[in-house]
């Protein structure tokens, strides 16, 4: 397709990641212990920036949830946030360096069950973490992913509380909020030459604002204000603006401290962005695939333009990706688009955006969770088998209760467990036919199928005929060929005829 025919799709999806993103790079900012306007700067430079160089048609990029409890305790160790920010910037050329070198495929190694758990995980977590908001208690801020939140209480503490300190005004504003997203998902209605031209997020968020005004008139006591809206902060000039950016202060960059949390920023950050980009190259309708390692060089880039004027780490982000892909996004233009929309909306209309209530917003991250985690999902895994239903459930309930990246790395080892299992399988053929067996050594045969190998031929019973063929084996290991030794060495005493087949070497024959 051609720009033009892209672009309405672009703009239509790039406008529903803008009211997803808002709240979130606002929550993601006052969760890591930065100023709001931070958030906001690296929503703005993972849109323009990182979506101008980025390889990816689909995927998002902004302040990255995953990294709030690495930035809080970073600006705590180090004492102020503007030396953080320079840690930022050399983040960023540690990326770039790993991304002109190729690091970027790593993320070709992660289990698809893996990354299959981290999405379904992401949607749970959105739709437990909006409970709260669309219930109007909204006591820990939009953004805050990890099960053990900054306000003391947990995932299903917070959703206790919200039903008993519940805003009635809220509930209003979600329920009709969700019911024009779920029409505006109809094809009567999405597909229609007028009705469709403007996405459903956009009417949802517009009700928000109208019925919390229309309380005013008849019900006071339910009116949504302080905590229950956006709060975005606000210039009545462009000359104020230069008092929101706080710039870097690089006087420690001769401590080891400062290079330390330089590069967990740049390792980890560079791990959320493959698992994100990988993730969202599965959800793409046209299944394109993202040029790792110009990933890596697109974030680098947008991590130290971020830090010098004042932004929060940026990372491909799995939840304004998939607002994105599930909103028609075309091509990147879209992801652009989202952070020319923060900039300018941000200074051009603070004070409408300040109206929004996060009831309706809890809406459209409802639908979004909604399609990562829909039980369709956990069917398809299922019917896949044990391999990849156990690794794919392990990382759901490892990242439901602990947090993104340390519930990856539960998931990593289950999945990694499954693929040694696997490949011990396929490795190592045994089959028995009338009482004589065949013993079939395919592809790769490592030290780590000693075992398997061993307990097997301990249950070939006496008298028996045993061919052993390698000719499909491209590697045999040592120790693979000592087993095969002493099986035919102790062979005669068990009456056993043993028959080698295509081995390259000389294994110890019978006499």
Known sequence: MLFGENLKYDLKSSLVVFLVALPLCLGIAIASGAPPMSGLIAGIVGGIVVGSISGSHVSVSGPAAGLTVVVLDSISSLGTFPLFLACLVFAGFIQLGLGLAKAGVLGYYFPHSVIKGMLTAIGLILILKQIPHALGYDKDTMGDEAFLQSDNHNTFSEIWYAFEFNSPGAIVIVLVALGILIAFEQP??????????????????????????????????????????????????????????????????????????????????????????????????????????????????????????????????????????????????????????????????????????????????????????????????????????????????????????????????????????????????????????????????????????????????????????????????????????DFILTSMDKNIEVTTEGFRYKLTKTV
């Not at 928000?208 to 006071?220: D, E, H, M, R």
């Not at 046209?286 to 790792?292: D, E, M």
């Not at 299922?382 to 794919?392: L, R, V």
């Not at 199928?449 to 006496?462: R, Y």
């Open 188 to 485: 009567q209605i999405k597909n229609h030459r007028i009705l469709g031209l403007v996405p459903g997020a956009l009417w949802a968020v517009v009700s928000g604002i109208l019925i919390n005004a229309s309380y005013s008139f008849w019900k006071p006591e339910w009116i949504l204000d302080g905590e229950h809206l956006v709060t975005i902060p606000t210039v009545s000039n462009f000359g104020e603006l230069g008092n929101l950016i706080t710039f870097p202060d690089f006087s420690l960059i001769m401590d080891s401290s400062f290079w330390v949390i330089a590069v967990t920023l740049a390792v980890i950050g560079s791990i959320e962005t493959l698992l994100s980009v990988d993730a969202a190259d599965k959800m793409d309708p046209q299944k394109r695939i993202t040029p790792s390692s110009r990933e890596l060089v697109a974030q680098g880039i947008g991590n130290s333009i971020s830090g010098l004027i004042g932004g929060l780490p940026v990372t491909a982000v799995i939840v304004r990706s998939t607002a994105n892909i599930s909103s028609g996004a075309k091509t990147k233009m879209s992801a652009v688009f989202h952070g020319i929309l923060l900039m300018v909306l941000i200074l051009a209309i603070p004070g409408v955006l300040n109206q929004i209530p996060l009831s309706c917003l809890a809406a459209i991250l409802f639908l979004v969770g909604y399609k990562l985690a829909k039980p369709a999902i956990f069917v398809s895994v299922y019917e896949k088998g044990w391999s990849q239903f156990i690794p794919f459930v392990v990382t759901v309930l490892a990242i439901l209760f602990t947090d993104l990246l340390i519930g990856i790395g539960i998931g990593m080892a289950f999945g990694l467990f499954f693929v040694i299992k696997t490949n011990f399988q396929k490795s190592i053929r045994f089959t028995e036919l009338n009482g004589n067996y065949l013993v079939q050594l395919q592809k790769d045969v490592s030290f780590l199928n000693k075992a398997p190998l061993m307990k097997e031929l301990s249950k070939i019973p006496n008298g028996c005929q045993v061919i052993i063929n390698a000719e499909k084996a491209r590697f045999i290991d040592h120790d693979i060929q000592e087993v095969l030794n």
